[in-house]
């Protein structure tokens, strides 16, 4: 690494770092004495230090200097929120004072024991709006510790016209990003605990949409007796951005590939069929449902291995058709217009930002800004597409709002 990018890291990490800082240097220091306004700036200053060093860990294809980097940047994202959150409660409050100011002027200057009252209650409001920012700290760290393994069943009956009358209620669990390498071994039992709610479904097949390590196939070592116990009649895959090693340096490009036959031949031993822009065929009574997997394709930097045309060549529009896609944005890019109309395409990759609020009424998460479709069901004319949260992490090692999810799937015949 350059200089140049050393500086620039160091001055995008600081200004996220330190910008909240400027909202709260007056409270701090209004709060408490000099002492604790320099207790803050040094602990401040120290755990810039790590974040800032952890961050060149990113990348190092070492397991435990990922797994550190991670813990450090959940760190720094609990503690970033706290300050935004105080920093907007002490805006709303100089708002409120900057007009209260505007008609008590005059008054204020002549009284000096209220001026005093004045400066006692700013105090106050400086240190409450400080203790208030930790409830969303107090969030982002139940979201390390307990959110990440709140496995959370969405139930969904998707009705498809096409549908032949044996696969009238046939059941798919649909599971997602499972990321493995931000769980460490601690964890097994949570793990547990997942896969026989999933096998407890006893659905007829389960299809992963991809994701499923980080970035390394080792990140499996440990895991494989667990996973090998998902039980269904057929168990079918694909591949996401991450199964490609594209977020960790390689000592070369053939090692780079390697890890790539790796990743694929996980799938295997787990007892899934791993398909790459290909097709399967799922008979019951003489009657056929195809299940289309493609590799990895996204719109913006990721990878674009994803190719429909060849995936389904031979199907029509009139096979009943269920498209495996990890990345939803292909579903606008390609699926909606293509000659072979899936009535039904499930993805994953989204994770819902692992963060949002989501209730009957109300949504929300940062995801919708930049997926339209980030989590759930919808529709356009005849397609529909189904959008799994996830169940592992990636970047903020937490959930928080956007549970992991185990969809159970029953198709209808329309
Ligand atoms: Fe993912």
Not at 357 to 366: H, L, Q
């Amino acid at each position: 690494m350059d200089l140049l990018s050393i500086l620039i890291r160091l001055l995008s990490t600081g200004l996220a770092f330190f910008l909240p800082d400027l909202l709260l240097y007056g409270a701090v220091k209004k709060a408490w004495n000099s002492r604790g306004w320099k207790i803050y700036l040094i602990s401040n200053l120290v755990l810039f230090g790590i974040v800032f060093l952890s961050s060149f860990l990113l990348r190092e294809s070492t397991l435990i200097l990922q797994r550190i980097q991670l813990y450090f940047f959940g760190l720094f994202v609990a503690i970033l929120f706290a300050k935004v959150f105080t920093g907007l409660l002490l805006l709303v409050e100089l708002f409120i004072r900057f007009i209260y100011s505007l008609f008590t002027k005059k008054k204020r200057k002549s009284e000096d024991a209220e001026a005093k009252t004045l400066i006692s209650r700013r105090q106050f409001i400086a240190k409450g709006a400080i203790l208030t920012g930790l409830l969303p700290m107090t969030g982002i760290i139940y979201g390390m510790a307990k959110g990440r393994f709140r496995f959370t069943l969405h139930e969904v009956d998707i009705a498809i016209s096409n549908l032949p009358p044996a696969f009238d209620g046939f059941t798919i669990t649909q599971l997602s990003d499972l990321h493995i390498g931000s769980f460490d071994h601690s964890t097994m039992h949570e793990l547990a605990d997942m896969v026989q709610e999933v096998n407890a479904l006893g659905s007829d097949a389960i299809f992963f949409t991809g994701d499923i390590v980080n970035s390394r196939a080792d990140e499996m070592d440990g895991w494989y007796e667990l996973f090998r116990t998902f039980h269904a009649e057929t168990k079918l895959s694909i591949l996401g951005n991450h199964d490609y090693g594209d977020y960790v340096n390689w000592p070369d490009e053939a090692a780079k590939e390697r890890n790539l036959d790796q990743v694929k031949a996980i799938h295997g031993k787990l007892g899934f069929q791993l398909l790459l822009n290909e097709r399967t065929v799922i008979e019951k009574d003489g009657q056929q449902l195809h299940i289309i997997g493609i590799e990895n394709w996204g719109k913006g930097d990721f990878p674009k291995f994803g190719d429909l045309g060849k995936a389904a060549a031979g199907l029509t529009a009139d096979d009943c058709m269920i498209l495996l896609s990890h990345d939803p944005s292909f579903w606008d890019a390609h699926v909606l217009d293509s000659p072979f109309q899936p009535e039904l395409t499930l993805s994953g990759h989204t994770h819902g930002f692992q963060m949002g609020i989501e209730t009957p009424a109300f949504r929300f998460s940062p995801s919708q800004w930049v997926y339209r479709q980030w989590a759930g069901l919808y529709a356009e004319g005849r397609q529909q597409i189904y959008v799994n949260r996830g169940l592992g992490t990636v970047g903020y090692p937490g959930r928080l709002g956007i549970w992991p999810e185990i969809t159970k799937i029953r198709l209808i015949r329309e």
